[in-house]
């Protein structure tokens, strides 16, 4: 059982499968911190189409409802971080920032031509991160 887990969210998937392997690595006393990031070119997409960063955080806060309230039912605590910078780097970045004990990713994004020569998201964290990564398929 892990005490902190920080969980690497992306807003355009379900995230079930993530949050049954989340239930199974929690305990008493665990929180799970959720972490997404807003990537620059989709910051610099909003304010130039007249939404304010503001606004972008509170619609990414409002797609991770239903992550929330799963978390809710398993009766685990959580906590809620969105930042704005490139997912790899801030994933990386708090997963070595020694408040976690392990990561949880999703690698569902991930396309099989390309995850072979480019790498994905959830590969390249992995690579990066000194705690304990789990990539859910």
């Known amino acids: 059982m892990y005490k902190n887990i920080l969980l690497g969210v992306d807003t ?5 499968k993530v949050l049954q392997n989340v239930q199974k690595l929690s305990g008493e006393g665990t929180i799970v911190t959720i972490l997404n990031a807003i990537s620059e070119q989709d910051a610099q997409a909003s304010i130039k189409g007249g939404v304010h960063l ?18 809710d039912e398993y009766g685990i605590d959580y906590d809620e971080i969105i930042v704005r910078g490139n997912p790899k780097e801030e994933l990386v970045k708090f997963a070595n920032s020694g408040d976690y004990d392990i990561l949880v990713v999703s690698n569902r994004k991930a396309q099989e031509k390309k ?8 590969h ?5 991160a000194q705690i304990p990564v789990l990539i859910v398929k």
Not at 54 to 71: G, V, Y
Not at 124 to 128: F, G
Request: glycine residues 2%; charged residues 40%; without cysteine.
């Open 54 to 71: 503001n606004e972008l955080t509170a619609d990414r806060s409002k797609d991770l409802q239903p992550t929330r309230d799963t978390l």
């Open 124 to 128: 390249k964290v992995a690579k990066r």
């Open 12 to 16: 355009d998937l379900e995230n079930k």
């Open 115 to 122: 995850k072979f020569v480019l790498g994905s998201v959830s």
